[in-house]
């Protein structure tokens, strides 16, 4: 009660609303562009609980962890939006499958050594090479389908492991690698939102365990999952995954992919000089 006496409500009814607008943003950009929610849900709660005084210890830990959870629901309806339409192929999806796991395990056990300050070094980084990815918009071509099963569980523990520590749907790591293979777009699109549901769901519980009895966690957070957070992004998230997809299936999507790049660009560098700077 002492937290939330302590802002105005007008200045409540602002993060109540800002975490809405986030909610959707993130579930039609997973649906539509296949980059994950989570690299929209991370920076926004890393700034929100910046501003609320969070300690730096904390506040990536839950961003990341909060993240994850509001991933599930939306990588499930995003999947199913995209198995309907012919964009899923559980043949492409299946040999990913348990090198992402081993990825996740990696990812749960590292963010459970690493400080907040590195955890959002480490999401800064990856976010500023995605964003250079999807503004220079040059598929790289290596090879027609994915390497073998050696080399597809390295792949796979690459996206599992990286999104864990990030807090990142599979497809904003998992899409330019499908491409890179020659997947079409609207294929990759749909395994990413799928790989989705594989990382995020054992990696919320991870984080949701690895937070269990940390110190000054922001209130309303169980281990290091905001359910304030969660069920202000979760609802409009689910509503929105469906539109990403359908309008995926529809438009050129390359004008806001570029806007998009350049956000996440100026996020990543803020986010980058903040970590160094606590």
């Given at each position: 009660m002492d937290f939330f006496s302590a802002y105005s409500p007008l200045w409540l009814a602002g993060l109540v609303c800002a975490l809405l607008l986030t909610g959707a943003v993130a579930?039609?950009?997973?649906?539509?562009?296949?980059?994950?929610?989570?690299?929209?849900?991370?920076?926004?709660?890393?700034?929100?609980?910046?501003?609320?005084?969070?300690?730096?210890?904390?506040?990536?830990?839950?961003?990341?962890?909060?993240?994850?959870?509001?991933?599930?629901?939306?990588?499930?309806?995003?999947?199913?939006?995209?198995?309907?339409?012919?964009?899923?192929?559980?043949?492409?999806?299946?040999?990913?499958?348990?090198?992402?796991?081993?990825?996740?395990?990696?990812?749960?056990?590292?963010?459970?050594?690493?400080?907040?300050?590195?955890?959002?070094?480490?999401?800064?980084?990856?976010?500023?090479l995605v964003a250079l990815n999807m503004a220079v918009e040059r598929n790289l071509s290596l090879r027609d389908g994915l390497p073998g099963t050696a080399g597809t569980g390295v792949l796979g523990v690459f996206i599992g492991s990286l999104s864990t520590l990030m807090g990142i749907g599979g497809g904003t790591l998992s899409v330019p690698i499908l491409n890179a293979c020659r997947t079409p777009m609207h294929i990759a699109v749909g395994t990413g939102a799928a790989l989705g549901v594989v990382i995020s769901l054992p990696g919320a519980l991870a984080y949701l365990i690895n937070g269990l009895g940390a110190d000054n966690l922001p209130p309303a957070t169980l281990g290091y999952v905001n359910l304030l957070g969660l069920a202000m992004i979760v609802p409009v998230t689910m509503l929105t995954a469906p539109w990403g997809a359908r309008i995926a299936h529809a438009i050129n999507a390359r004008l806001l992919r570029r806007l998009f790049a350049l956000f996440l660009a100026l996020t990543a560098v803020r986010m980058l000089f903040g970590a160094f700077a606590l």
């Open positions: 579930g039609i950009l997973a649906g539509l562009l296949g980059v994950g929610g989570g690299i929209v849900i991370v920076p926004v709660l890393y700034h929100l609980f910046t501003l609320l005084g969070i300690d730096p210890e904390v506040r990536m830990h839950v961003a990341v962890g909060t993240s994850l959870a509001a991933i599930v629901p939306t990588s499930i309806i995003s999947a199913r939006a995209h198995y309907k339409r012919g964009g899923l192929k559980p043949e492409l999806l299946k040999p990913l499958i348990p090198g992402t796991l081993v990825g996740v395990l990696i990812g749960a056990l590292l963010s459970g050594y690493l400080s907040g300050q590195v955890l959002a070094a480490i999401f800064a980084v990856i976010a500023l």
